[in-house]
DNA sequence: GCCGTTTTCGGCCCGACTGTTTTCAGTCG
């Protein structure tokens, strides 16, 4: 009973390693198929062993009778024969050779055979004795290639963090677009999609003149080091390590690659096939027929949607998880706007552990165009955050009715961001959470509770008094720290019948709930709050990554309860 | 290994850039 669950992102872990090592056997055609299984289950909605359980592996795309009993293999007893069997006959580094820039399965094969080298630090200091240069293939170049690669990837080992560089490529996107010889410019890759996390930034441009776009690209004071240099392809990389590529194409042809370069791999693929079923093919410069001779569609991406039989897919849901179907039925929800939000729910101050004044985070959230501003500062238990004491709350609340009668078209509204304990209760007492416009409750502390535990924690917290939402339901800070565990379906189930929102933390290192957490919690008929969590007036801007998570989520604006305005909000906290 | 109102067998997405080559293989997205 207490045995954990396979994950999603471990069976996809598994079979991208199978991949690779048939891959570097030079096995055909089966790399491709494991790797297409691992991205389907990779993105999967639902956790795979609830499907396994209904005997419904073979459902999923991609997966058939192979597949599926490796998998039922992996869960039934935690390893696979089969995967171990691939391991013994390739050592362990070499697959680890592919993970450098320019190194794929032949290469690292040849590494292998020619100079027994197995891992990147064997590679590393054969590449610095001058071995790899004596191979047939090899020169200096590749030799330094591989060394520039090797520190790329010591210091790169993962993904950026959306919220934290799509400042940065918007800065160069701008620059782009504000030359004189280019036409049209857009960010495309899964920054336009807007997944939590990216691994390099795509730029897509338009001109006449692609060798002077291409030159000023790799000449930006942003470059720190051009990596590659085309007129039609460039690379640089700027700050954090970031590659950025830029696409240089004709302004006829800009939909369709606007469409091939925002993706996903996995959408486009499915769109590409849909495109054969009508004998045409489609790549970057268009849907045409299959002879190249007839274009069908190519300068706006809606178009070939249109053609396609298909309505127009926002990027955002681009991850072939059923959009192209409901694009053909019809069914394709009317996703919120990044301009929906009337205000934030959840934002710090000075009073606890932010860095601002109630009026200044005000003046910002004014600045900002938005009708409000919740202050949910930390509440007394969170003492390593400065929580606030019953007193702080009474004197918080004076000052911030100071504010609202000095400031206009803000009006701030005094919550409070609460502990749920261990027990799932309260830590600040009814009498003072009455008083108070708005309550968050999320979990601090006590992470490592069994499943069980945890979800009678966050659903007694759901029947507390005065308890408006929960904050950050997750608990996990990307790439650092996974959710805590938490049976989400019954938490979904008991916030929808009570009313208790369920946030939609934005700030970058949350973002939990996360998109697939959000489609289910809709299916479930939660309510849904976007906030940013604010400690600082410039963490404002972050509300718009959770309406990207929303989007994702393929949530509309009624799915979303501060895309009201702030008496349709009073009147339904007053419910 | 998967998949099928073109197929239960025979296909499997397409094009650019690089390096080391005399015409192309490997890699990437």
Redesign the pocket.
């Known amino acids: 009973m207490a045995e954990k669950k396979v994950s999603n992102a471990e069976i996809a872990s598994t079979l991208f390693e199978i991949a690779d090592l048939l891959e570097l056997k030079g096995v055909?055609?089966?790399p491709?198929?494991?790797r297409?299984?691992a991205q389907t289950i990779e993105a999967l909605g639902e956790d795979i062993t609830d499907i396994a359980e209904r005997g419904e592996l073979?459902e999923i795309?991609?997966?058939?009778?192979?597949?599926?009993g490796k998998i039922r293999t992996v869960i039934d007893q935690g390893n696979l024969p089969y995967l171990d069997r691939l391991r013994e006959d390739m050592p362990e580094g070499v697959r680890e050779l592919?993970e450098?820039?320019?190194?794929?399965?032949?290469?690292?094969l040849f590494l292998h055979r020619k100079l027994g080298i197995s891992g990147i630090d064997d590679l590393e200091v054969a590449a610095k004795k001058e071995k790899v240069?004596e191979l047939?293939?090899?020169?200096?170049?590749?030799?330094q290639?591989i060394l520039d690669a090797i520190e790329v990837w010591k210091e790169r080992h993962e993904r950026f963090l959306l919220g934290y560089i799509l400042h940065d490529a918007e800065a160069i996107e701008r620059k782009l677009r504000e030359h004189d010889a280019v036409k049209k410019a857009c960010l495309a890759?899964s920054i336009r999609r807007r997944r939590e996390t990216v691994?390099?930034a795509?730029i897509l441009v338009a001109t006449d003149e692609p060798e002077t776009v291409s030159h000023f690209f790799c000449s930006l004071p942003e470059a720190r080091r051009v990596v590659?240099?085309?007129?039609?392809?460039c690379t640089i990389v700027v700050a954090r390590n970031l590659?950025v590529?830029l696409r240089v194409i004709e302004e006829e042809q800009f939909g369709a690659a606007l469409q091939y370069?925002t993706g996903s791999?996995a959408h486009?693929?499915t769109l590409?096939?849909r495109a054969?079923?009508h004998d045409w093919?489609?790549?970057?410069?268009g849907l045409a027929t299959r002879d190249?001779g007839d274009i069908v569609a190519r300068e706006h991406e809606e178009e070939i949607y249109e053609a396609l039989g298909l309505a127009f897919i926002p990027p955002e849901l681009r991850e072939n998880r059923g959009e192209i179907e409901a694009a053909e039925e019809g069914t394709l929800p009317a996703l919120i706007e990044y301009g929906d939000l009337w205000g934030d729910l959840h934002a710090h101050t000075k009073w606890s552990d932010g860095a601002h004044s109630v009026r200044e985070m005000a003046e910002a959230a004014r600045d900002r165009g938005w009708e409000y501003l919740i202050i949910s500062d930390h509440s007394g238990g969170l003492a390593i955050a400065h929580g606030l004491s019953e007193g702080d709350i009474r004197t918080q609340g004076k000052e911030i009715e100071k504010v609202n009668r000095e400031l206009e078209d803000i009006t701030v509204l005094q919550g409070i961001e609460a502990n749920v304990d261990k027990d799932g209760t309260i830590d600040v007492k009814k009498s003072i959470l009455r008083d108070l416009d708005f309550v968050v409750g999320s979990v601090h502390s006590g992470f490592k509770m069994t499943e069980k535990e945890m979800t009678e924690r966050v659903v007694t917290a759901i029947h507390q008094d005065h308890l408006n939402m929960i904050g950050h339901p997750t608990g996990r800070l990307i790439q650092k720290r996974e959710p805590y565990a938490l049976d989400l379906d019954a938490v979904f189930e008991e916030a929808a019948s009570v009313g208790v929102l369920l946030e939609i933390n934005a700030f970058p290192t949350r973002l939990d709930l996360s998109d697939i957490h959000c489609r289910r919690a809709h299916d479930a008929g939660v309510m849904l709050g976007i906030s940013t969590d604010a400690h600082d007036t410039d963490h404002l801007r972050f509300l718009d990554l959770g309406v990207a998570v929303a989007r994702r989520g393929w949530l509309e604006a009624g799915d979303v309860i501060n895309t009201r305005s702030l008496d349709e909000l009073r009147a339904w906290l007053k419910q």
């Not at 795309?61 to 599926?68: K, Q, R």
């Not at 047939?136 to 030799?143: D, I, P, R, V």
């Not at 590659?228 to 392809?233: D, S, V």
């Open positions: 055909a055609f089966k491709r198929a494991y297409s299984a073979e795309a991609g997966v058939g009778e192979s597949i599926a592919m450098l820039e320019g190194i794929g399965p032949k290469k690292a240069r047939e293939g090899f020169a200096t170049t590749s030799e290639h890759g691994g390099d795509d590659m240099e085309g007129p039609k392809r590659h590529d370069f791999k486009n693929i590409r096939k054969l079923d093919k489609l790549s970057e410069y190249g």
